[in-house]
Nanobody, 119 residues
Framework: EVLFVESGGGLVQAGGSLRLSCPSH????????VGWFRQAPGKEREGIVC????????WYNASVQGRFTISRDNAKNTVYLQMNSLKPEDTAVYYC????????????WGQGTQVTVSS
């Protein structure tokens, strides 16, 4: 079941920036761990980063740390992924997901948003 609608994806040149948004009208994000994931063509889905209910951030992918930032706006119940200095290898479908178990298992997924970085 798709419970989130990510937005903010698009086509950008290498070196550019995008901010992805993941709002929810179903979950209170201050009660869940929310993570960002991506899946590039022909590759398995990989984790990027997550933020737990106490706003502790954990990185799944060290290669994007320093370029990507996760944040949460409790008033808007939205989690963001700010992506800077984008590279062609960042091209993928990006998903947000929620975990009630602290990030061990993500049971709730968005439909994904396409990010394409041109060289």
């Amino acid at each position: 079941e798709v419970l989130f609608v990510e937005s903010g994806g698009g086509l950008v040149q290498a070196g550019g920036s995008l901010r992805l948004s993941c709002p929810s009208h179903v979950f209170r994000y201050d009660e869940y761990t929310v993570g960002w994931f991506r899946q590039a063509p022909g590759k398995e889905r990989e984790g990027i980063v997550c933020i737990n209910k106490r706003e502790r951030i954990s990185w799944y992918n060290a290669s994007v740390q320093g370029r990507f930032t996760i944040s949460r706006d409790n008033a808007k119940n939205t989690v963001y992924l700010q992506m800077n200095s984008l590279k062609p290898e960042d091209t993928a479908v990006y998903y947000c997901a929620a975990s009630g178990g602290g990030g061990t298992t993500y049971s709730y997924w968005g439909q994904g948003t396409q990010v394409t970085v041109s060289s």
